[in-house]
């Protein structure tokens, strides 16, 4: 092992700092975007649900719906 | 029920939420397996000694870092055929964790070059097509982020993830269509020229790589619905339920 050792293990170390660093960066994401999610869901009470199906949002609706955010 | 009405973020968010912490428990598990047969029931190698233990990281990251770009690809082919929010999330969704398996593979080939062949770098046609890969996947999620708005931000990164899907059979063949210092494929559909230890080992790591890439690519995609959908009546009865 001792005259590989080097080798080995700075692959592993890599591999598991790099799944660390991921996991870390997906949490915090998520925090994110969870708490600006919950900011914007206090900030408009009942908001327009216009786009139900899974057809994405053209522009216009979209500014439409900032629009209506907009105290 | 269709499979279709997953295609609503609305309706795909509670399943990805309980599809996630499966694949998470999985993957830990069969890493877990995985690493036991790598360092323990493995033998140790007649030619390289212990550096070969690298391939239970190096073979399934490199498997992975292929495969997830082209999981990635056809999300973006439907994102632009049927211009379907999901698609393009999932697509974006999977990118990150590429680019982690692509370097991964890269930086353990390096180490696993240096003792074998004598140096970390070679620009052969395996190693650079590899670099490519990487760079695709870093410039796919540039490109998302360059563009303001989403939907002409999916549309661009979606062709440049259908563009370089070509790179990923060249990756694969590259050790037959060109001479290089990578060795050939070891592992081939029906046959195998490892040892049943080793590769079984290498295996269960890869079975562990492709939980771990559904549950991270699962918990991303949520992230994004909310980033994306936040203000819409479905994320405030989410967020609703899960204060409650």
Redesign the interface.
């Known amino acids: 092992?001792s005259?590989?050792?080097f080798?080995?293990w700075?692959?592993?170390g890599?591999?598991a700092l790099?799944?660390a660093v991921?996991?870390f960066?997906?949490r915090r994401?998520?925090a994110l975007?969870?708490q600006?999610?919950?900011l914007?869901?206090q900030e408009?009470?009942?908001?327009a649900?216009r786009?139900?199906?899974?057809?994405?949002p053209?522009?216009d609706q979209r500014v439409s719906?900032t629009l209506e955010?907009t105290p | 029920m269709s499979l279709f009405q997953f295609a609503s973020p609305a309706r795909f968010y509670p399943l990805a939420g309980r599809l996630v912490s499966v694949f998470g428990w999985l993957a830990a598990v069969l890493c877990l397996v995985g690493l036991y047969i790598g360092f323990v029931v493995a033998p140790t190698d007649f030619q390289q000694g212990e550096a070969y233990r690298i391939i239970f990281i190096h073979v399934p990251a490199a498997w992975m870092a292929m495969l997830i770009y082209l999981v990635m690809a056809a999300w973006s082919a439907a994102a632009l055929i049927w211009n379907t929010r999901l698609s393009a999330q999932m697509a974006e969704a999977l990118a990150p964790t590429g680019a982690m398996f692509a370097f991964v593979a890269l930086w353990s080939g390096a180490f696993w070059g240096r003792p074998t062949w004598g140096t970390y770098w070679v620009w052969d046609a395996r190693l650079t097509s590899t670099l490519i890969l990487l760079f695709l996947y870093l410039g796919f999620m540039a490109l998302k982020a360059a563009i303001d708005d989403p939907r002409k931000a999916d549309r661009a990164a979606s062709l440049l993830a259908i563009v370089g899907a070509i790179n990923v059979p060249i990756i694969y063949f590259s050790v037959r269509w060109w001479n290089t210092l990578h060795q050939g494929a070891s592992v081939t559909p029906g046959s195998s020229k490892m040892a049943s230890a080793m590769l079984s080992g290498m295996l269960v790591m890869s079975l562990a790589a492709w939980a771990y890439a559904i549950a991270v690519s699962l918990h991303r995609v949520r992230s994004l619905m909310l980033e994306r959908e936040s203000g819409s009546e479905w994320v405030s009865q989410v967020l609703k339920a899960e204060r409650a």
Not at chain 1, 44 to 47: E, K, L, T, V
Not at chain 1, 51 to 56: F, H, I, P, R, S
């Open positions: 092992m005259a590989h050792a080798y080995l700075a692959s592993y890599m591999f790099a799944i991921e996991l960066l997906l994401r998520r975007a969870r600006h999610a919950l914007l869901s408009s009470p009942a908001p649900a786009v139900t199906a899974n057809q994405a053209s522009q719906s955010r």
